[in-house]
């Protein structure tokens, strides 16, 4: 390897080292933690506890108003419905974070002329 090759990597892996968090990333959720915090989201909505409240409601004997299984669908067609929105939302945040995470960007170099280079961090974006 030529001493400008190897200089240019030890330059790379430098940058890499110091800044490695130096990405965007926008999006709420990662793979694990997606049901939990969507949940907590969607549970702050008055109008999901009022519907769960009914359901939850309906199996008792005494208010039953009507077959206790009925009266969880619409509940649960809105809670799955948000949550499709919500990955739907999160993974056009997520292609946008990638896209701007691998753009080249300009690095300072006190020393010599010129000034600003331009590296390609595309190793940056884990994901």
């Known amino acids: 390897m030529s001493g400008a090759a190897s200089l240019l990597i030890k330059v790379i892996l430098t940058h890499f080292n110091r800044f490695f968090y130096n990405r965007i990333r926008t999006t709420k959720y990662s793979f694990l933690s997606f049901l939990p915090k969507n949940l907590f989201e ?27 299984e009925v009266s ?21 945040r997520f292609k946008s974070d990638r896209f701007i995470n691998n753009l080249p960007c300009q690095v300072y170099s006190r020393g010599r002329w010129p000034f600003w280079k331009e590296f390609f961090f595309f190793f940056l974006s884990l994901c």
């Open 42 to 68: 969607q549970l702050h909505r008055f109008a999901n506890v009022y519907f769960i409240f009914l359901a939850a409601l309906n199996f008792v004997p005494v208010v039953e108003a009507f077959q206790p």
């Open 72 to 92: 969880l669908i619409p509940i649960c067609l809105v809670l799955a419905v948000t949550a499709i929105k919500d990955i739907f939302e999160d993974y056009r």
